[in-house]
């Protein structure tokens, strides 16, 4: 397959103003208007060095009230859920091994709602999964929370309960290790990320059932077929359509919502409103990057400076030194910057399909702004995106040979698809996929001249803190629909599917292979996913493993928290829509 | 999937002796030696004497954690967006203006339903000089029985004035490869008479926004039935060119150019009671969906 990311669609992405809503620059929780009325923004710096961001709450003793406030991001005055009146949800911030107590109140007139603490090791009924962990938390109801660290790092916390999260019900959550960080660092930022829209998220669902294709305004016309013919000839310009056509699908189908839905965030502020963050030059910022986002995968990067990504998923990693990273939702990344010699820089951030982005600043004071970069052309995926490789590895995959002796069984037999997926009306395409494709940045970061983190780049600090080869191991394929926006694992969605059941105890592998076109960050609650190189070794500790299409990633699982916990995609309405099992960890 | 699974895990695990010169390799071919070389030396050099046991153990459960592992928990206690949802699309409301005169026409689709079962609501007619002239309204069970297609049961009604009549319906419609929208239905009503009909379309996008959107329908008959205008064969081909702008994808206004040509015995019955055998339009409406 010809590799055609450079060319993209050949247009150039030109923020579309029509439709990019960059949205208010005062825009937030409208005061007067929420149900409590806490400020949406502590601008001062506080003793954390945070600065413009939700306010901080430090103690191991905390009441949160979840409740629906008045917003206007974009010039239309909403209702958004939000934790003690704040979008973002409060900065939570402890410590490594304090035994924290948390009181949620429900103060939501009609629905029950949830907190699930993302990545944090806990007993199952503190997880925040109603249904599984809990009943849920009742209108006018609250419930405690306790639970014990046994980690530091960057998180956040989000409701579990329908689509609350879209709705604005998310937050930061800072544990400060118990022994100082391997790095240091003077001052510090959190850089939540997240997608805001004015529809009801409900009605975004329906909107996506009944026309998931709604917001792909990208797709490739007759102009861009006869352009194609000229520079690529006949046949070949007719092969690719046929090759799509086929497939009854389309090359530019990178997200389901896009920019012509949401409006993008950093720390609840609008490209407009300029979130920013203070620096003195010659400082070591450790920014704690969070996709609080329900369904955009983020590209980030501040020109002018090298990031140094020291951890992931809150957990430390070999520092690795980039200048551009794509961040699944639900993934955290710390990153060092050291600012000096201008006295701003932008913090651009676009959306995977390069429809819009969230933006904000680095600076020496408020006021200030650096030049924001032009978008990069729109990606179209390829062949080997759909995991239909054809012996050309156009994709910066470089794991080399090992990768398929590692994976010899697998593709010396062919791929194998779980019987559940055959002749199945809600499985619209399989895919071959054999490799896990670590080193590749990924669609539209390939070959753009920066150098990009990738999974292969990263190894956790420590080696395997379990250091068992795994026992057994469980194969799941990711699997949609795109045009009926239905989702799940093995083509079964969540409402006909039995738990995956996991021993107490043991260590076990499970492989994820992506047969859809789109990219789903994988979660597993409770326990961490322990990521495996191309060669089946541990690599990199994660609790949300991003599944690009056209992979086959794995990852071990330490099966030490009994329970059931929820297995799901993060990409909110793809949870919603199917995709997602119960593990059930027993004695 | 457990015994090639135990297969395919010994393989791995057999492959584990070869490791040192894979990992030497791929430590090679990284983009970050440093980081490499160091995860490299670390599974070269295992620390543990024994692989089946944890480095950190496996904490005893006790019977709080048990509690606070499976908590009773109310049945339903996870909510869910509906399972049911809907679509209707009035692909076609128009006025038209040909050599036979000038009215409007319509052609609506929808379903309400799940991913697999659905009810399909369609109807189409034509007005002119203020009347129905025809009007038919089929209401079908559609399960999917692949990807792209459902099959579609149920019955059709056509309001014809003064020619009423009650159809069974069979079919099938779906996406066909190459992304044409395709609809085969076979109507079954009194007297043994079968119809076949036929409709494909497909879109041109000129622009994302501007889209040429071809269609072509046609209806034959297995008997011929002169009390009801219908002939045996083909007895009719209607294509159509529309061109709309999608101001929003909801809302889409169009104009267009639609060709009808009855055949047959069927247009000697329709020239015969006063009509015209072929007749071209101009059209000019709007497409919408709720």
Same mark, same amino acid.
């Given at each position: ?61 905390? =009441? ?87 980690? @530091? ?5 989000? @409701?579990?309960?329908?689509?609350? =999260? ?415 099992? =119960? ?5 | ?40 030396? !670390? $599974? ?34 996870? $909510? ?14 128009? $006025?038209? !203006? ?21 009810? #399909? ?27 792209? #297609? ?7 009604? !056509? ?53 040429? $959107? ?9 008997? !011929? ?56 339009? #101009? ?8």
């Amino acid at each position: 397959m010809k590799h055609r990311l450079p060319h993209g669609t050949g247009t150039p992405a030109l923020p579309s103003r029509r439709h990019f809503v960059q949205g208010l620059a005062a825009g937030g929780v409208v005061a007067g208007l929420a149900g409590v009325a806490t400020p949406l923004r502590a601008r001062a710096v506080d003793h954390h060095g945070l600065a413009a961001a939700p306010r901080v709450l430090a103690h191991e003793r905390l =009441e949160l009230a979840i409740g629906e406030s008045a917003v206007n991001f974009t010039g239309r005055t909403r209702p958004a859920i939000t934790v003690n009146g704040s979008l973002p949800a409060p900065i939570l911030r402890w410590r490594e091994g304090q035994t924290v107590d948390i009181l949620v109140r429900n103060t939501l007139a009609h629905h029950p709602s949830s907190i699930h603490w993302h990545g944090i090791l806990l007993p199952a009924n503190m997880d925040g999964v109603p249904g599984m962990s809990f009943n849920g938390i009742a209108p006018g109801q609250a419930y405690r929370y306790r639970f014990t660290l046994r980690q @530091s790092g960057t998180y956040w916390y989000h @409701s579990h309960s329908m689509f609350q =999260e879209q709705a604005g019900l998310y937050g930061a959550l800072i544990i400060d290790p118990a022994t100082p960080p391997p790095y240091a660092f003077d001052r510090e930022h959190v850089v939540l990320l997240s997608d805001w829209t004015d529809l009801d998220p409900g009605a975004l669902f329906r909107r996506m059932k009944k026309l998931a294709e709604h917001d792909n305004y990208y797709k490739r016309t007759l102009p861009d077929f006869l352009r194609d013919v000229r520079s690529e000839g006949w046949s070949a310009a007719l092969a690719d359509r046929g090759m799509w056509g086929r497939m009854r699908m389309t090359p530019t189908d990178i997200s389901d919502v896009n920019a012509h839905t949401y409006t993008y965030l950093i720390n609840g502020t609008a490209p407009a409103g300029n979130w920013t963050g203070l620096f003195r030059s010659g400082e070591k910022v450790l920014l704690r990057f969070i996709n609080g986002s329900a369904m955009t995968y983020f590209d980030v990067r501040i020109p002018g400076l090298k990031l140094t990504v020291v951890a992931a998923d809150g957990q430390y990693i070999h520092p690795v030194s980039i200048d551009e990273f794509r961040i699944a939702p639900a993934e955290t990344f710390d990153v060092l910057v050291e600012p000096s010699g201008q006295d701003a820089y932008t913090i651009f951030c676009q959306d995977m399909g390069r429809t819009g982005f969230a933006a904000g600043t680095l600076a020496v004071r408020h006021g200030l702004q650096a030049p924001r970069p032009a978008q990069d052309p729109r990606p179209l995926l390829t062949m080997a995106d759909m995991g239909h490789d054809m012996g050309g590895h156009g994709t910066g995959g470089h794991e080399g040979h090992g990768a398929h002796a590692a994976h010899a069984g697998h593709t010396a037999a062919g791929v194998h698809h779980p019987a559940s997926e055959h002749r199945n009306p809600l499985v619209d395409m399989q895919s071959s996929a054999t490799d896990p494709r670590l080193h590749d940045p990924g669609i539209g970061l390939r070959g753009n001249g920066r150098g990009v983190l990738t999974y292969g780049a990263m190894h956790s600090l420590f080696d395997d803190p379990d250091g068992r080869e795994p026992g057994r191991e469980i194969e799941l394929h990711l699997t949609g629909h795109m045009e009926k926006f239905a989702w799940s694992f093995d083509g079964i969605p969540f409402a006909g599917a039995e738990p995956l059941r996991l021993n107490y105890g043991e260590r076990m592998r499970i492989v994820l292979v992506n047969d859809t076109m789109m990219q789903h960050p994988i979660h597993l609650h409770g326990v961490w996913s322990d990521v495996e190189d191309a060669q089946g070794r541990f690599q990199l500790r994660k609790h949300t493993v991003d599944m690009p299409p056209g992979t086959r990633r794995s990852y071990r699982v330490r099966a030490d928290a009994p329970g059931r916990w929820a297995f799901h995609c993060h990409l909110m309405y793809h949870m919603e829509a199917g995709m997602m099992r =119960e593990v059930r960890i027993e004695e | 999937m457990s015994t090639r699974t135990l297969a395919c895990n010994g393989l791995v695990l057999g492959l584990f002796a070869a490791l040192p010169v894979l990992a030497q390799s791929h430590a090679g071919h990284g983009h970050d030696h440093a980081a490499m070389d160091h995860s490299a030396m !670390d $599974q070269a050099a295992p620390t543990h004497a024994d692989p089946a046991a944890p480095h950190e153990p496996v904490p005893a459960l006790t019977d709080a954690d048990r509690a606070a592992a499976f908590p009773v928990i109310d049945h339903g206690a996870m $909510q869910h967006a509906s399972t049911v949802n809907s679509l209707l699309r009035l692909e076609r409301l128009e $006025q038209f !203006d040909g050599r036979h005169g000038r009215g409007q026409a319509w052609e609506a689709s929808g379903w309400i339903g799940g991913d697999i079962h659905r009810l #399909w609501l369609r109807s189409s007619g034509e007005r002119a000089a203020g009347r129905t002239q025809s009007a038919t309204v089929e209401l079908a069970y559609g399960r999917a029985v692949s990807p792209w #297609w459902d099959a579609l049961v149920g019955v059709r009604q !056509d309001l014809h004035p003064g020619d009423p009549r009650t159809w069974a319906a069979i079919g099938l419609q779906g996406l066909a490869p190459y992304k044409f929208e395709t609809s085969a239905m076979v109507y079954a009503g009194s007297g043994g008479q079968l119809l076949a009909e036929a409709e494909i379309e497909y879109e041109v996008l000129l622009t994302n926004r501007l889209i040429l $959107q071809p269609v072509i329908e046609a209806t034959l008959a297995a008997r !011929d039935e002169p009390e009801h205008g219908l002939g045996r064969g083909l007895g009719k081909v209607e294509a159509g060119l529309r061109l709309r702008y999608e101001f929003t994808r909801r809302f889409a206004p169009y104009i267009g150019l639609s060709h009808e040509r009855l055949f047959g015995d069927t247009a000697d019955y329709h020239v015969a009671a006063g009509g015209a055998a072929r007749d071209t339009r #101009w059209v000019a409406g709007v497409r919408l969906w709720f």
